[in-house]
C-alpha cells in the first residue's frame, strides 16, 4: 500500500541517509536492539499503519518486522524534508 515511501525509506538505509533520535535510542536499549536489527526490519519488514502528528502535520510510517533473531519489532519513522529518514522510536512486537 504505501510502497512508493517504503522504496525511499530502503534507500535511506542502504545510502545510511538516516538519522536516529535520542528516544530511539533509549528504547532499542531497553529492548536490546541494535541498529542492525531496526535497519533489518526497515529492509524487510512492512509499513502497516500511516499517522498524522497533529503539531506538524507530517506523516509518520510504522515499519514492522523482525529482526535477525526473529524477535518482533516496529519502527516508527519518517522521511524530512531533507529526504533523510528519520528514526523517531522503535519498540518489541
Do not use: N, P
Amino acid at each position: 500500500m504505501y510502497s512508493r515511501i517504503l522504496k525511499q525509506m530502503k534507500e535511506a538505509v542502504r545510502l545510511r541517509q538516516y538519522i536516529v533520535t535520542l528516544h530511539a535510542v533509549e528504547e532499542m536499549d531497553d529492548d536490546d536492539f541494535s541498529i542492525f536489527d531496526v535497519e533489518h526490519c526497515i529492509l524487510h519488514g512492512a509499513i502497516t499503519e500511516r499517522q498524522k502528528e497533529k503539531k506538524s502535520a507530517e506523516w509518520k510510517y510504522l515499519v514492522k518486522g523482525v529482526t535477525f533473531k526473529e524477535r518482533g519489532i516496529c519502527v516508527v519513522t519518517k522521511m524530512s524534508i531533507t529526504g533523510k529518514l528519520v528514526i523517531i522510536t522503535v519498540y518489541a512486537t
